[in-house]
C-alpha cells in the first residue's frame, strides 16, 4: 500500500497488515517466537534473527506508527519510559542540558530529573507558552533537548509546536513533542516542525487499557539508528503479544477519538459555571488560553480534561471517590472512563518542585459509555 495516498483511518487499518501469504487469514498472524532459523551462518530470513533485535508482528506495528504520524522510522518499547530513556541516552552525554515544559508528565520529569540527572543531565522547567521563557532556557550552554508535550498533563496547555520548533532549531536542540493525549488522529507534530514524537502506546493507541507500550517516530535516520541500537542493547522492546494487541487498537483509533472528543466536550461545557469548580481545563472551550491554537494545530481536542474543585484538596478528594461509571485508577485513554487525583497518583513525585500539581485538581480521562451516563454520574459525585 502507498501510504502518501490513503487517509488516516485506511492507513491505521491497513499498513503493515497484509494478509498472511500461506492461509489467507486477514489478520497476520502473532509471531510468538524468540528466535529464527537461519539459511546458514548469517543467512537471515528477512533479517530476523533473535526477538530482542526484531520481530515481524513489532516491525508491523513499526511500520502502522511510521505511518500514522507521517515519519521516517518508528521503534515500538516495553513502555513510554522506556522510548523516552533510549532517545535522551541516544542524544544526551553528561553535562547536556533539555528544557522541557513545567506541566509535563511527572514521570518523564522523574526520568529526566532523577534517574538521567545522576549522570550529570541538567534540565530547565519552564512555561512554554511563554516563548521568551522557552528562548532564555534554550541559551543555557549545551542544551541539547527541547522536549514540549501539548495538550500538557493535567493542566491541557497548549504549547505552539510550529514557533517552539522554530525556537529549538534555531538553538541547535532537538525538538521532542510528547502526542500521548492527542494521538496522531488528532495532531501530527512532525507536520508541524519536530524531529521526534513520542507516545506512551499504553493510552489512546492501545485504547483498551490491556497493554503496556511506547514508541518513538523519528525523522532521521541517524538517529534512528542510534535510538534502535539502545533499544536492541538495552532490551526494553515490546513483546509480540503486547505489539499484536497495541496495533488491534490502532485499527479503530480513528473513530474512537472522535468519540472521546464529544462526550469530553459535553462534560467540559456542562461543568463551567457549576459552583463546586474554580476552574475547567479543556482547550475545548473558547474560555482555554490555547482555545484558537489547538484549533488550528490539531483536528479534535481530545478526551481529557481536568477540573479544580472549589472546595479545596478535600473537596477533590471527595469527588474522585465518589464516582461510579468513571473508576478510580491511574492511566488514561482507553475506552471506559477513568478519574484520577494528580497530587497523589500520576504526579506524586514532582511534589515539592515547580511542576507541583495544584491539590485540588482531578483529572478525567473520558471513555466511549454514553454520555448521559457519564454526566449524570459527574453530577451525582459533585453534589455528594
Known amino acids: 500500500m502507498n501510504d502518501s495516498t490513503h487517509g488516516f483511518s485506511t492507513r491505521a487499518i491497513h499498513v503493515g497488515q497484509e494478509f498472511d501469504p500461506t492461509t489467507g487469514a486477514i489478520i ?16 537471515l530470513r528477512g533479517g530476523y534473527e533473535y526477538g530482542r533485535s526484531g520481530n515481524p508482528t ?5 511500520k502502522q506508527l511510521a505511518a500514522l504520524e507521517g515519519g521516517n522510522r518508528a521503534l515500538s518499547f516495553a513502555s513510554g519510559l522506556a522510548a523516552e530513556d533510549a532517545l535522551l541516552r541516544a542524544v544526551l552525554q553528561p553535562g547536556d542540558h533539555v528544557v522541557l515544559g513545567n506541566d509535563v508528565y511527572g514521570g518523564t520529569h522523574r526520568l529526566i530529573s532523577r534517574i538521567h540527572g545522576a549522570w550529570g543531565i541538567r534540565n530547565t522547567a519552564v512555561d512554554l507558552t511563554d516563548l521568551d521563557a522557552v528562548r532564555a532556557a534554550l541559551t543555557t550552554e549545551r542544551t541539547r533537548i527541547l522536549w514540549i508535550e501539548t495538550p500538557s498533563n493535567p ?10 520548533a522554530a525556537l529549538g532549531h534555531e538553538a541547535g536542540a532537538l525538538v521532542v513533542v510528547d502526542n500521548t493525549f492527542a494521538s496522531p488522529a488528532l495532531q501530527q ?6 524531529d521526534v514524537v513520542v507516545h506512551s502506546t499504553t ?24 535510538a534502535q541500537f539502545i533499544q536492541f542493547a538495552a532490551g526494553a522492546v515490546s513483546s509480540p503479544m503486547d505489539a499484536w494487541l497495541t496495533t488491534r487498537g490502532i485499527k479503530t483509533l480513528a473513530v474512537r477519538m472522535q468519540r472521546h472528543t464529544e462526550n469530553a466536550q459535553a462534560i467540559a461545557e456542562s461543568l463551567v459555571g457549576h459552583p463546586g469548580i474554580d476552574a475547567v481545563y479543556y482547550p475545548g472551550l473558547p474560555t482555554h488560553p490555547g482555545h484558537e491554537l ?76 454514553d454520555v448521559a451516563d457519564l454526566l449524570a454520574d459527574v453530577e451525582q459525585a459533585l453534589g455528594r
Open 28 to 43: 497476520p498472524p502473532i509471531y510468538q517466537s524468540s528466535t529464527f532459523v537461519q539459511d546458514g551462518v548469517g543467512g
Open 203 to 226: 493510552k489512546y493507541l492501545g485504547g483498551h487499557s490491556d497493554v503496556i507500550g511506547g514508541a518513538l517516530v523519528i525523522e532521521d535516520d541517524e538517529l534512528a539508528d542510534k
Open 294 to 369: 489547538a484549533a488550528r494545530q490539531m483536528s479534535g481536542f481530545g478526551g481529557m480534561l481536568s477540573v479544580a474543585l472549589a472546595g479545596g484538596a478535600a473537596a477533590a478528594r471527595r469527588f474522585a471517590e465518589s464516582t461510579e461509571v468513571f473508576q478510580l485508577a491511574e492511566s488514561l485513554g482507553g475506552v471506559e472512563s477513568l478519574i484520577g487525583y494528580p497530587s497523589e497518583m500520576t504526579h506524586a513525585s514532582v511534589r515539592g518542585t515547580e511542576l507541583e500539581v495544584p491539590d485540588n485538581v482531578i483529572r478525567l480521562s473520558v471513555g466511549l459509555e
Open 155 to 164: 493542566l491541557m496547555k497548549i504549547s505552539d509546536v510550529t514557533a517552539l
Open 58 to 62: 513489532r516491525t508491523s506495528l513499526e
Open 189 to 194: 507534530p512532525l507536520s508541524l516542525g519536530a
